[in-house]
């Protein structure tokens, strides 16, 4: 693999599968073919599956043999199974998980008024009008104000012409186009411009809504107009668009590379809510989906415009809000699904890697004061790179008379692993004998442990050991829990309790898994692997700097 331009794409790779995909799809000309059986309306043959209508409260679509071939052909151009969607009604039934305690919250009548926002980039029709017909099915009439299609450009026909002539016969729809492609970011912006309700929503194009969605968000806004509040994201399966229920215990985090993690909601945050259907304060958010007071919004300085496409404004919204006297929260009692796709079918004009270096650089630049030397240790190529100019970001700061970074850190998201106060050995963990480096690959938690050539650019090669004798990649920890050796290791959120994550390693000598009392080995193949220690030069690894023990390093 190529050296930082392989890190790069990597690192969007993490961005896109942890956190939520903003949806600019690549779709194909027609999506009504006669040999598909599906007319827009999204009435199928239903014989083609049985008699019943397929993905009905929630379930997942088999394809049938015989379209297996068309089927995957489609889900390359979308990836995501665009035949499936197709065949599912764009008002197809969900059933209503909220947990029971919702069923008793009584919220007021004279809730807030939203505008919906959808931004969209060659999308395919049924997922985007299954969304459309999810908001306008599953809101109630007084609080739904209007449902704005941003279009950023898109270049299918079906998007144009027939979707005017489509949704002029819903309520509430309006449709904006832009004259030029302008990405997730200033796409919203422009669709902001044309809301007219107190609060704005925003939603990817490939979502479903679910029922009593809306009022939990707007009563929070209600409540307090400095929140901004996400619904619980369910998951909908790219490949048979089976709903699967959220957990409702997870909370957005991040990492020092600057991605997006779904972590686990502490118990301190679960004790301060008192209630199930309390706010679960988040220290950032996915980004897809979330309403805000549309004053509000224009107070805090709306999104960085000078940020690109998409990618890393869902951290900076969050930094900026939490530092600037605002709060994140998701609510428990309001669901929306969401296709999360594997990989993303579309480009980015200046490559994915530019567009995101530059915006995450803006993130560090601005909101993060010292700590944005965590991010350019793992990402040591962006030192010199341009990011464009900061001035009004930071006079917007000043004006806001925002916290620290340091104060978030300690205030709201206190349990994040901070390297400078923990750590012996940092950099590359090599070993010698074979100039391969443990890697990554982008991947997060429950991944296996990778081994490549070093390439000297850190990213996913960036490794530290702990004084707590862990072995940290990113924001997890090396784990093993197999009784047999010659198996391999995994990365799972580390829990600072030792015993499966507990590594004993002294400088240039093997890492020996206390537990077991084995040693990491290089093996054969692509992920390393646990075997009985034998002082063999597949078992010795060196990282790039050891530390002195008793003394905190400097970021």
């Given at each position: 693999?190529?050296?930082?331009?392989?890190?790069?794409?990597?690192?969007?790779?993490?961005?896109?599968?942890?956190?939520?995909?903003?949806?600019?799809?690549?779709i194909?000309?027609?999506?009504?073919?006669?040999?598909?059986k599906?007319?827009?309306?999204?009435?199928?043959?239903?014989?083609?599956?049985?008699?019943?209508?397929?993905?009905?409260?929630?379930?997942?679509?088999?394809?049938?043999?015989?379209?297996l071939?068309?089927?995957?052909?489609?889900?390359?151009?979308?990836?995501f199974?665009?035949w499936?969607?197709?065949?599912?009604s764009?008002?197809?039934?969900?059933?209503?998980?909220?947990?029971?305690?919702?069923?008793?919250?009584?919220?007021p009548?004279?809730?807030?008024?939203?505008?919906?926002?959808?931004?969209?980039?060659?999308?395919?029709?049924?997922?985007?009008?299954?969304?459309?017909?999810?908001?306008?099915?599953?809101?109630?009439?007084?609080?739904?104000?209007?449902?704005?299609?941003?279009?950023?450009?898109?270049?299918?026909?079906?998007?144009?012409?027939?979707?005017?002539?489509?949704?002029?016969?819903?309520?509430?729809?309006?449709?904006?186009?832009?004259?030029?492609?302008?990405?997730?970011?200033?796409?919203?912006?422009?669709?902001?411009?044309?809301?007219?309700?107190?609060?704005v929503?925003?939603?990817?194009?490939?979502?479903?809504?679910?029922?009593?969605?809306?009022?939990?968000?707007?009563?929070?806004?209600?409540?307090?107009?400095?929140?901004?509040?996400?619904?619980?994201?369910?998951?909908?399966?790219?490949?048979?668009?089976?709903?699967?229920?959220?957990?409702?215990?997870?909370r957005?985090s991040?990492?020092?590379?600057?991605n997006f993690?779904?972590?686990a909601?502490?118990?301190?945050?679960?004790?301060?809510?008192?209630?199930?259907?309390?706010?679960?304060?988040?220290?950032?958010?996915?980004?897809?989906?979330?309403?805000?007071?549309?004053?509000?919004?224009r107070?805090i300085?709306?999104?960085?415009?000078?940020?690109?496409?998409?990618?890393?404004?869902?951290?900076?919204?969050?930094?900026?809000?939490?530092?600037?006297?605002?709060?994140?929260?998701?609510?428990?009692?309001?669901?929306?699904?969401?296709?999360?796709?594997?990989?993303?079918?579309?480009?980015?004009?200046?490559?994915?890697?530019?567009?995101?270096?530059?915006?995450?650089?803006?993130?560090?630049?601005?909101?993060?004061?010292?700590?944005k030397?965590?991010?350019?240790?793992?990402?040591?190529?962006?030192k010199?790179?341009?990011?464009?100019?900061?001035?009004?970001?930071?006079?917007?700061?000043?004006?806001?008379?925002?916290?620290?970074?340091?104060?978030?850190?300690?205030?709201?998201?206190?349990?994040?692993?901070?390297?400078?106060?923990?750590?012996?050995?940092?950099?590359?963990?090599?070993?010698?004998?074979?100039?391969?480096?443990?890697?990554?690959?982008?991947?997060?938690?429950?991944?296996?442990?990778?081994?490549?050539?070093?390439?000297?650019?850190?990213?996913?090669?960036?490794?530290?050991?702990?004084?707590?004798?862990?072995?940290?990649?990113?924001?997890?920890c090396?784990?093993?829990?197999?009784?047999?050796?010659?198996?391999?290791?995994?990365?799972?959120?580390c829990?600072?309790?030792?015993?499966?994550?507990?590594?004993?390693?002294?400088?240039?000598?093997?890492?020996?898994?206390?537990?077991?009392?084995?040693?990491?080995d290089?093996?054969?193949?692509?992920?390393?692997?646990?075997?009985?220690?034998?002082?063999?030069?597949?078992?010795?690894?060196?990282?790039?700097?050891?530390?002195d023990?008793?003394?905190?390093?400097?970021?």
């Open positions: 693999m190529l050296l930082w331009k392989r890190n790069l794409r990597r690192i969007v790779l993490v961005v896109v599968s942890a956190s939520i995909a903003v949806g600019f799809i690549v194909i000309a027609s999506v009504a073919k006669a040999n598909r599906v007319p827009r309306d999204g009435i199928v043959d239903n014989s083609l599956f049985g008699g019943g209508q397929p993905g009905e409260n929630g379930r997942g679509v088999v394809v049938p043999p015989e379209y071939e068309e089927s995957r052909k489609l889900f390359q151009r979308n990836k199974n665009q499936v969607s197709d065949r599912i764009l008002h197809r039934s969900l059933p209503d998980a909220r947990i029971s305690e919702c069923n008793s919250v009584n919220y009548h004279d809730l807030p008024t939203t505008s919906v926002i959808i931004v969209f980039h060659n999308e395919a029709w049924s997922t985007l009008l299954r969304t459309v017909h999810s908001v306008l099915d599953r809101s109630p009439s007084h609080l739904l104000n209007e449902i704005i299609l941003v279009d950023d450009k898109s270049d299918h026909e079906e998007l144009h012409a027939t979707l005017e002539k489509y949704v002029s016969k819903l309520s509430k729809i309006k449709i904006v186009r832009n004259k030029a492609r302008e990405g997730l970011i200033r796409s919203r912006l422009n669709g902001f411009a044309h809301a007219t309700s107190p609060t929503t925003f939603l990817d194009a490939h979502c479903e809504a679910n029922v009593g969605w809306l009022e939990p968000l707007l009563y929070r806004i209600k409540q307090n107009r400095s929140a901004v509040v996400c619904p619980e994201i369910d998951v909908i399966n790219d490949d048979t668009f089976e709903y699967t229920y959220s957990s409702g215990n997870v957005g991040f990492n020092w590379n600057l993690r779904w972590k909601v502490p118990e301190y945050e679960n004790k301060r809510r008192g209630s199930r259907t309390a706010g679960i304060r988040s220290p950032t958010m996915a980004g897809g989906l979330f309403t805000i007071h549309s004053e509000y919004f107070e300085g709306l999104y960085d415009k000078e940020m690109e496409i998409w990618g890393g404004e869902n951290l900076e919204i969050s930094f900026r809000i939490w530092q600037c006297g605002g709060i994140l929260e998701i609510m428990p009692c309001s669901h929306v699904g969401h296709v999360f796709r594997k990989s993303q079918p579309y480009t980015f004009p200046k490559g994915t890697g530019e567009t995101l270096s530059k915006n995450l650089q803006r993130v560090a630049e601005v909101w993060m004061d010292n700590y030397q965590y991010f350019y240790k793992r990402q040591p190529h962006l010199n790179h341009p990011f464009g100019d900061i001035s009004k970001r930071l006079e917007l700061r000043k004006k806001l008379k925002c916290k620290s970074f340091d104060w978030y850190i300690k205030n709201v998201v206190p349990e994040i692993f901070r390297p400078n106060s923990t750590i012996s050995a940092r950099g590359e963990l090599r070993n010698p004998a074979s100039g391969d480096c443990i890697d990554s690959f982008g991947a997060s938690e429950h991944a296996f442990v990778g081994v490549y050539k070093c390439h000297g650019q850190m990213g996913n090669q960036y490794i530290t050991y702990t004084k707590n004798e862990e072995i940290v990649v990113e924001d997890n090396f784990d093993y829990a197999n009784s047999q050796p010659s198996n391999k290791v995994k990365m799972l959120d829990h600072s309790m030792k015993g499966n994550q507990q590594w004993l390693h002294s400088k240039k000598g093997e890492l020996i898994h206390a537990p077991t009392g084995w040693c990491l290089r093996g054969s193949e692509k992920f390393v692997v646990l075997n009985p220690c034998n002082n063999g030069p597949s078992q010795k690894w060196t990282f790039s700097e050891y530390l023990r008793s003394k905190a390093p400097e970021i």
